[in-house]
């Protein structure tokens, strides 16, 4: 039976890891997890873990709320003594979080194989903190498990072709989990009944990249936009304890729906009864895509360049008025979601198959 030990900490990660978890315990697989503790709070960790029946993790870290540095080195530190105790045959990281990039250091300084979920994404902007975690773990992983064409077109162009590492493209986890949640979530959640919005048109928003949030111009401009649009359409938006804590101190006052953070369940219940998605988040650009709903993107840039080429997401930044143009247009526009980006809810599958032939 091969061990895998698998590093999680943030929430992108819990969603990530959960159909992936699945499907290596159906295959066999001594999968021994480790929660480095990056999310803490039972609505940013806890709530995943037993909605969507991910297996408690077997090690908590509980590593959280230092400077990037004095978090990755802490973190580094906790999963190599778990490394050198559970000695696997493989460790597996997801994404681009300092939990991923600790644990693939580790790994890789260890010598243990290492595969990364979701490999070959870039923003081609090194000032985000994402960009430099994923390019550094792409550059030391094994297996590099890329979501979409576009990653493993990158992954050629900077020369991993002549690198030692095998690159899988296997699809987006994050639809395998999409669909596989969906209806699940329609019995289980009630959020449209708590907000009263049932019967009501609502936009979903959330904001927490750290180029908005440490930028109290472009987030003053993204909250202003939202209220603008709030005028004309309910605007809902669960919202990131950082980003909360943040508008605070710069005395924000939101007038739409600004919630705690929700549940997964609750998440697609909000992407599946919204009309347009308002987000710098990576993931929820793609799960609106998933449910058949347009994106405007807070950011200059997205990984997740196909969905713009497609004409399902527009980029505004954080402008004031490229925000309002781009909620008219997209609120809209008509498109043809079937295409396939993504795969078709397989891509866990096609990880656990390859992992067992290593
Ligand atoms: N999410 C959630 N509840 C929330 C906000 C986000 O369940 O209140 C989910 C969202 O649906 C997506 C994931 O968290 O699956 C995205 O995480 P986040 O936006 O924190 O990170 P990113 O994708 O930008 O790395």
């Known amino acids: 039976m091969k061990k895998i030990v698998t590093i999680v900490g943030a929430r992108p990660q819990f969603i990530k890891a ?57 973190m580094m530190e906790s999963i190599e003594d778990v490394l050198l105790k559970e000695k696997p045959d493989m460790v597996l990281v997801f994404g681009d979080t300092n939990s991923t990039l600790a644990g693939a250091l580790t790994a890789t300084k260890l010598n243990i194989p290492l595969a990364h979920v979701e490999a070959g994404l870039r923003s081609f902007n090194n000032q985000m903190p994402e960009e430099i975690n994923r390019i550094l773990t792409d550059r030391i992983s094994s297996v590099l498990f890329c979501p979409t064409n576009v990653a493993v077109a990158n992954l050629k162009k900077e020369g991993f072709d002549n690198f030692d590492c095998q690159i899988v493209k296997n699809g987006d986890v994050m ?21 009263d919005l049932e019967e009501k048109p609502f936009v979903l928003a959330t904001v927490h ?27 809902v ?33 909000l992407l599946k009864n919204c009309q347009l998605v308002f987000t710098d988040s990576g993931g929820l650009q793609k799960e609106a895509f998933f449910f058949a709903k347009h994106c405007v993107t807070l950011r200059e840039e997205t990984e997740w360049t196909e969905l713009v080429e497609g004409g399902f997401n527009r980029l505004a930044g954080s402008d004031g008025n490229r925000i309002l143009e781009a909620y008219r247009t997209m609120s809209a526009k008509q498109s043809d979601f079937s295409v396939n980006l993504y795969g078709d809810g397989e891509a866990s599958k096609v990880i656990a198959d390859f992992l067992a032939t290593l």
């Open 18 to 74: 959960a159909m992936v978890s699945r499907t290596l315990k159906a295959k066999g697989f001594d999968e021994v997890i480790v929660h480095t503790g990056q999310h803490f709070d039972k609505n940013m960790s806890e709530v995943f873990f037993e909605e969507m029946e991910i297996p408690y993790p077997d090690y908590n870290l509980e590593i959280q709320g230092l400077s990037h540095g004095a978090m990755t080195g802490r």
């Open 175 to 195: 639809q395998d989990a999409a669909l596989f949640y969906a209806a699940k979530s329609d019995d289980r959640s009630t959020i449209l009944k708590k907000l």
């Open 209 to 235: 990249r750290q180029e908005n949030t440490d930028n109290p111009e472009r987030i003053r401009a993204i909250f202003d936009s939202l209220n603008e649009i709030h005028r004309d359409k309910a605007v």
């Open 237 to 269: 938006m669960p919202l990131h304890p950082r980003t909360r804590q943040i508008i605070k101190n710069l005395g924000i006052e939101p007038a739409f729906h600004v919630i705690d953070p929700v549940g997964y369940f609750d998440m697609l219940q």
